[in-house]
T-cell receptor, first 114, second 117 residues
Framework: SQKIEQNSEALNIQEGKTATLTCNYT??????LQWYRQDPGRGPVFLLL?????KEKRKERLKVTFDTTLKQSLFHITASQPADSATYLC?????????????FGKGTHLIIQP | KAGVTQTPRYLIKTRGQQVTLSCSPI?????VSWYQQTPGQGLQFLFE???????NKGNFPGRFSGRQFSNSRSEMNVSTLELGDSALYLC????????????????FGPGTRLTVT
């Protein structure tokens, strides 16, 4: 069956360190993968999109890698700050055609400790 | 520019009733998608509209329906509510018309919290 998995346990990181979040998928052939940030009581906020033929993408302190062989994307926040604390969601679009939309992982709760 | 707005923000309904939720996309955005978010299932895609046409549909029963108006505003309707329909319903709009575009970015609204008793 098709699955997108993110670490369900909260990730605690010391301020200033690099936080790395993982998104693994099975039985998908992604056209692209996206990362979102969601704060409590709010809708998700789009952060980055990486296409299946791209290995890495950066935006300010954010970096996303995409390994279609490992079926995995890593999301890095460098020089982390307490304000980066939130739930981070990955989502992918299957390239297999059909009329489905984006499929989301359940998210990883990131806590940056001062 | 104003963001995506959703009304109402909170709603309590009784099992068996029906409900209509409204979404106003960012000005100029013609693609509107709807999602259901629950603690157990996470964020799940319901459907996507573009120029008043439903282009994509998730795996939800026919009790869930939607429509889009000529001004891009969208509504979703849930009939014969069940307890399991209690969730945060999120609407998202996109300037890029095609979900398959590598430049596809969604902007989410704050959601409507629906509680079915």
């Amino acid at each position: 069956s098709q699955k997108i998995e993110q670490n369900s346990e909260a990730l605690n990181i010391q301020e200033g360190k690099t936080a790395t979040l993982t998104c693994n998928y099975t039985n998908y052939s992604p056209a692209y993968l996206q990362w979102y940030r969601q704060d409590p009581g709010r809708g998700p906020v789009f952060l980055l999109l990486i296409r299946e033929n791209e290995k890495e993408k950066r935006k300010e302190r954010l970096k996303v890698t995409f390994d279609t062989t490992l079926k995995q994307s890593l999301f890095h926040i460098t020089a982390s700050q307490p304000a980066d604390s939130a739930t981070y969601l990955c989502a992918l679009l299957h390239s297999g055609g059909g009329a489905d939309g984006l499929t989301f992982g359940k998210g990883t709760h990131l806590i940056i400790q001062p | 520019k104003a963001g995506v707005t959703q009304t109402p923000r909170y709603l309590i309904k009784t099992r068996g009733q029906q409900v209509t939720l409204s979404c106003s996309p960012i000005s100029g955005h013609r693609s509107v998608s709807w999602y259901q978010q629950t603690p157990g299932q996470g964020l799940q895609f319901l459907f996507e509209y573009f120029s008043e046409t439903q282009r994509n549909k998730g795996n939800f029963p026919g009790r869930f329906s939607g429509r889009q108006f000529s001004n891009s505003r969208s509504e979703m309707n849930v009939s014969t509510l069940e307890l399991g329909d209690s969730a945060l319903y999120l609407c998202a709009s996109s300037l890029v018309g095609s979900l398959r575009s590598p430049f596809y970015e969604q902007y989410f609204g704050p959601g409507t919290r629906l509680t079915v008793t």
